[in-house]
Structures are given as structure tokens and as C-alpha cells.
């Protein structure tokens, strides 16, 4: 019997509407695509392979000797006519950028001390050392969402958020988007279209974290909006990507606020967690975690400190979810497992989709789980608010999976978030569909905790 022919027997279906299996979610009809025409411009700092690095000057020298020698000025100039020609309309601070690459190539000691350089060559020479990226020119999935800082003009009844998405692009490389939007309560929502320009930041160690690689201060100096903002690897750690940024608003005892977000560092050959901070989505703070429970992936922290702690959830064995704790933010050691596999749909692994979220009842978590042919869908739990060690129960059915209409991508068969928003007793669910592209669904809190056991 041909697929299509199939049809599902009777005591099938009569089970499947015992367990309530219909569709609870309001689907929106936005969807985010990656977009090749989005482009930044990063470090291009091209080196020799073994045995030569041994044997050759650096390769950044042999360049720069080689544009040093350029006396031509009619040369000097036809490249920099060809470069903006190709270039300069999809960067708005494009002669800014190529010029702090000169003065980065003079803190290396590529360019000799007396070398005198002449502006328009300092430009050249630059542009040689930087190329343009399109950060989201194959995906663009596994969102996250916060509350914006700026509620202001925002019709009652409505929320302003900020979302942050991952972007794929050449080498499978993986980036840090932005976009900003409002959400209605239900289904209806609208995100911002993006600035046809992006940002590379400025990049300074932070020296008071003993000098990790990783330990850094990212400044977006230019932007005009937070979509021109591109968080893209910059430390070897990172240097096949930046992954699954889960977002959360972090509130201190006090009351203030900021944000804070854990992604998983991708080196191409071992991962690590790393977390940023930002209070103005401008200037952020990305550095290493620490301890014994930070080189696994998919950790997201809860909102506040929990019994004076800070509490995070994460998948140490690769197939549960655990509890993490610790009295600094940058270094846990205290993990116990808490919730396991237990359905079929998730037997496989299950995993957090971003940071606990305080409702009256306790902490809602949506979980991801994968079953049979590693298809993966989205169900919840609920831990009680004193000690989330504690589970209260959690939806006996999935409440959201791929359909034969909504799962071929890069990855099939996969939906995936990395973060939600709720406002009231309203939840929005932005999720990664197949590893290719961005959706969203609304739904009730009340109607998710009615499914649990």
C-alpha cells in the first residue's frame, strides 16, 4: 500500500482523541527565511598550512609588503573604485571598518613600524584583510524571545519583544541575528523588517577574566537597529559557530534587570557553553563557563536566583534534563537529573527549549524530545517554584510536531525553539523548522497545564 493510501485504522484514531491529540496552538502565517543578500563584513586573515607556516614570514606580512610595494597610485585607486563598486552600497560604515582593519594589522605587527601609509592605501590594504559574509545565506531557525526594554507606543494588550535567531551561512557557520516585533496575545504578529545594513562589532579582551580566548567585549558602535547587530564567531572556540542562543531577561534581588544568554561554542571539533550579557543589546560581554557541568550543550538559566542561587537547566547525559546550581554565574559544578524520557516520542533524548519560565503554578519548561526516525517535537513540564527540583507534571501528548507540511528543510522531521514569551496567561512559541527557517504559534498556559498528568 502506497503512503498516501494509507489511513489511519479506527482504534488509532479513537486513542489519539482520548489523548486529546488536536491542535491547540494558533499558528501564525509569518515565517523569518535566511537571507543571502544579508551581508557583514568580518576579519579575513588568511595563514599557510603545516609545513610552510614554518618555513614562509606570516602570510599577513607577505600580503602587506606585497600592497606596500603598490606605487601606482592609479592601481591604488581602481581597487578602491572596484571595491566599492562591488561593496560599498551594502555597507553603510564601510571605510570605517576597513580602516580600524588596518589599525588592528599595525597592533599585530603586520605593518612595520616606519611604514608610511597614506590614507586611501591604509583603506586598500584593509580591504584586503576583510570579507563579506552572508551570515544567514542557508538558515535562519531556533529562535529565542525576551520582553523588550521599550514597551513604549505599544497598544494595550500587546507586548514588544526582541528575538534573537541563528543564522547559517558559508562552511555552516553559525551566527547571532536580531529582530524586534509585537505580539498581540494570539496569533497575530508582526516583526520588524530588518535593516538592509548589518554590523560587524568592535572587539577587546576582557583582561579581567584571566585571558580566556573566549573572554571578550563586543561594541556595535553604528547600528541604527538591533537587526544590524551580528554576533559571528570571533574566538577559536567559536570558530564553526555560535549556537542556540537561549535569551532570558535576568532580574537581580534588587530589581534591576538585563540580559543574559547561554549558546553553545562550536570550535568544529569540541563544544563548550558560553554566556553573554548586554544590558542595551550594544555592548556585550561573551565569555566561557566554567566548572564541570559547562561542556555540554543546551543550558539556559533560570530568570532569577532560586533560594539565592542561580539555577540552570541543562543535558549533561545527552538525554535528560538536569538541575544545575551554583553561587556564581560563571562556574557550576552541582548538577542532579531531574526529568528523563518517558514517552515514546521522546525516548530517544529530551532537552530544555529555553529558560524556565515563573508562572503562579511553579516554572513552566517547554521541552524538545526526539523519537523514531529522530523526529523531534515540543511538549512542557512543570516544576515546582521553591524547588524546581521537583517535578509537578508534564503533557502526557505532544503539543507541537513537524507535519508532512511543515518538516523538510536541512534537518527534516525537526521543530525546535530556544526560548518563549507569555504574556498573562498567553504563551508565544517561536520555533526552528527543520533546521532551515522560523515559525510562530500562540496558545493558552491554562490549556497546556490541563494536558498534564
Not at 572596484?82 to 599595525?106: C, P, Q, W, Y
Not at 547571532?176 to 508582526?190: E, L, M
Not at 525537526?414 to 520555533?431: D, E, I
Amino acid at each position: 500500500m502506497a503512503d498516501a493510501d494509507y489511513q489511519k485504522p479506527d482504534s488509532l484514531a479513537a486513542a489519539d482523541q482520548k489523548l486529546g491529540d488536536t491542535d491547540i496552538w494558533t499558528h501564525s502565517d509569518l515565517v523569518l527565511s535566511p537571507d543571502a543578500k544579508r551581508t557583514v563584513l568580518r576579519p579575513f586573515l588568511p595563514e599557510y598550512p603545516e609545513p610552510y607556516s614554518g618555513e614562509y614570514e606570516p602570510r599577513l606580512h607577505v600580503i602587506v609588503e606585497r600592497l606596500l610595494g603598490l606605487h601606482d597610485d592609479n592601481l591604488v585607486e581602481r581597487g578602491i573604485y572596484r571595491m566599492t563598486e562591488l561593496i560599498g552600497a551594502r555597507h553603510r560604515n564601510m571605510e570605517k571598518i576597513l580602516l580600524r582593519s588596518f589599525d588592528d594589522l599595525v597592533q599585530k605587527g603586520a605593518v612595520p613600524a616606519d611604514a608610511r601609509v597614506d590614507d586611501r592605501r591604509k583603506l586598500l590594504i584593509g580591504a584586503f584583510f576583510n570579507e563579506e559574509y552572508s551570515f544567514e545565506a542557508a538558515a535562519l531557525f531556533n529562535p529565542s524571545i525576551v520582553r523588550h526594554w521599550d514597551q513604549s507606543n505599544v497598544p494595550e494588550g500587546s507586548v514588544r519583544f526582541l528575538l534573537s535567531l541563528r543564522g547559517i551561512g558559508e562552511g555552516h557557520v553559525s551566527s547571532v541575528t536580531f529582530r524586534t516585533g509585537i505580539w498581540n496575545g494570539d496569533g497575530d504578529i508582526v516583526v520588524d523588517a530588518p535593516s538592509t545594513y548589518a554590523e560587524p562589532p568592535t572587539i577587546e579582551p576582557l583582561k579581567e577574566k584571566g585571558g580566556d580566548e573566549a573572554s571578550l567585549c563586543l561594541t556595535f558602535e553604528d547600528i541604527e537597529d538591533i537587526s544590524e547587530a551580528v554576533l559571528f564567531p570571533m574566538a577559536p572556540s567559536q570558530r564553526q559557530g555560535i549556537e542556540d542562543l537561549r535569551l532570558v531577561q535576568f532580574q537581580e534581588d534588587d530589581g534591576a534587570t538585563h540580559y543574559v544568554g547561554t549558546y553553545t561554542a562550536f570550535s568544529g571539533s569540541a563544544i563548550r557553553q558560553e554566556i553573554l550579557s548586554t544590558e542595551d543589546f550594544r555592548t556585550f560581554r561573551m565569555q566561557a563557563l566554567e566548572g564541570e557541568f559547562a561542556q555540554n550543550k543546551g543550558m539556559a538559566l533560570f530568570p532569577r536566583r532560586v533560594d539565592g542561587r542561580y539555577t540552570m537547566l541543562g543535558r549533561l547525559d545527552n538525554e535528560s534534563i538536569f538541575l544545575m546550581r551554583s553561587d556564581q554565574l560563571y562556574c557550576w559544578d552541582e548538577a542532579e537529573r531531574i526529568v528523563m524520557p518517558h514517552y515514546p516520542w521522546e525516548f530517544v533524548q529530551i532537552g530544555n527549549c529555553g529558560s524556565p519560565i515563573e508562572i503562579d503554578e511553579g516554572w513552566l519548561v517547554m521541552i524538545h524530545g526526539v523519537g523514531m526516525v529522530r523526529n523531534y517535537s515540543i511538549s512542557a513540564c512543570l516544576l515546582d517554584k521553591k524547588d524546581p527540583s521537583k517535578l509537578l507534571g508534564r503533557t502526557r501528548r505532544p503539543l507541537l510536531r513537524s507535519a508532512p507540511d511543515h518538516r523538510d528543510g536541512y534537518v527534516p522531521n525537526v521543530v525546535y525553539s530556544c526560548g518563549s514569551l507569555v504574556m498573562g496567561r498567553k504563551l508565544l512559541l517561536p520555533y526552528g523548522v527543520a533546521d532551515n527557517y522560523a515559525s510562530f504559534s500562540a496558545t493558552d498556559i491554562d490549556t497546556i497545564l490541563s494536558m498534564m498528568d
